[in-house]
């Protein structure tokens, strides 16, 4: 597609129940990332794939948080027994290049409310 | 340790008026400064992204500084219109041989409204 698509783009779920969040980057783009955004605050590193090398997973802010990138393609962000300060939006992001100053294009976001 | 700090926090001003936004970075090794502009509910979109020996870009309306003995950058807004209202990030890259989560570190954004 043209741009990075994320769906849903809006979400809300019962405190405790998993969910799913897709993101399709740019065709070819070998890069992706993912970030959280809470209220008022900047964006949050979590995950960050990039061709087929180990994902850096650092970001990650505890194991119920988990990510994988099917043939270098599509991505899953899985949020497990979710709780009220998983609420965020969760923006994906992805760039062509391996190294040096490539520009990144987000998503639109995926708004996430735990209630 | 890498920060980028924003200010000011949030900015009201009238329609047609210029404003400017700050941004201050201890990044090191430096890369590259880019400026985003986040609509409500939307992703970052990018505006200007500045090299170590780039001073100034323009972008229609946007114009961004960089001055990078001081590790300073501004963005100029000029003739402010009602689109304009949004967050604006400030984003510096490390330098490193390999790419990763670590050589993008986020400004949390100056907030700005455009009132008619």
């Known amino acids: 597609g043209a741009g990075v698509s994320q769906s849903p783009s809006n979400k809300v779920t019962e405190k405790g129940k998993d969910v799913e969040l897709r993101c399709d980057p740019i065709s070819g783009h070998t890069a992706l990332y993912w970030y959280r955004q809470s209220l008022g605050q900047g964006l949050e590193f979590l995950i960050y794939f990039q061709g087929n090398s180990a994902p850096d997973k650092s970001g990650l802010p505890s194991d119920r948080f988990s990510a994988e990138r099917t043939g270098g393609s599509v991505s899953t962000l899985t949020i497990q027994r979710t709780q009220q300060e998983d609420s965020a939006v969760y923006l994906c992001a992805s760039s062509p290049l391996l190294t040096g100053s490539g520009g990144y294009t987000f998503g639109s976001g995926t708004r996430l409310t735990v209630v | 340790k890498n920060q980028v700090e924003q200010s000011p926090q949030s900015l009201i001003i009238l329609e047609g008026k210029n404003c400017t936004l700050q941004?201050?970075?201890?990044?090191?090794?430096?890369?590259?400064l880019r400026w985003y502009k986040q609509d409500t509910g939307r992703g970052p979109v990018s505006l200007t992204i500045?090299?170590?020996?780039?001073n100034t870009k323009s972008n229609g309306r946007y114009t961004a500084t960089l001055d990078a003995d001081t590790k300073q950058s501004s963005l100029h807004i000029t003739a402010s219109q009602l689109s304009d209202s949004a967050s604006y990030i400030c984003?510096?890259?490390?330098?490193?041989?390999?790419?990763?989560?670590?050589?993008?570190?986020f400004g949390k954004g100056t907030k700005l409204s455009v009132k008619p």
């Open positions: 984003v510096v890259s490390a330098a490193s041989r390999r790419r990763s989560q670590g050589n993008l570190i």
């Open positions: 500045m090299t170590f020996s780039e």
């Open positions: 941004c201050n970075y201890t990044v090191s090794p430096f890369s590259n």
